[in-house]
């Protein structure tokens, strides 16, 4: 059974940090893509940050610079250091976790931690 289990998240102050992890159980994560998610209140669910098995990253404009992704192999888990959190930045955080598979597009999530950011 595949499981990607979220933690890390809570309440914090704006202009505070957090970190994410993202332990997967059931694959390989060093073989996927992974990836952090996020969806604010009524909002669709978008992409924050992505990391490849080679280890390229991606980002949202509205991040870069205040977020790092990262994996660790040996623990088959990923991360998501945010430091400069503001309001905006609240929502649920997912960890994903996809690749391709000979044709078929495996994909996996988690089942998301809270992030709140206020006074």
């Known amino acids: 059974q595949v499981q990607l289990v979220e933690s890390g998240g809570g309440l914090v102050q704006p202009g505070g940090s957090l970190r994410l992890t993202c332990t997967a159980s059931g694959i390989d994560a060093n073989i996927y893509d992974m990836a952090w998610y996020y969806q604010a209140p009524g909002k669709q669910r978008e992409l924050v940050a992505d990391?490849?098995?080679?280890?390229?990253?991606n980002y949202v404009d509205s991040v870069k610079g205040r977020f790092t992704i990262s994996r660790d192999i040996a623990k088959n888990a990923v991360y998501l250091q945010m430091n400069s959190l503001t309001p905006e930045d609240t929502a649920v955080y997912y960890c994903?976790?996809?690749?391709?598979?000979?044709?078929?597009?495996?994909?996996?999530w988690g089942q998301g931690t809270q992030v709140t950011v206020s006074s």
């Open positions: 990391i490849t098995t080679g280890g390229y990253t």
């Open positions: 994903n976790a996809n690749r391709q598979n000979w044709g078929t597009f495996l994909e996996y």
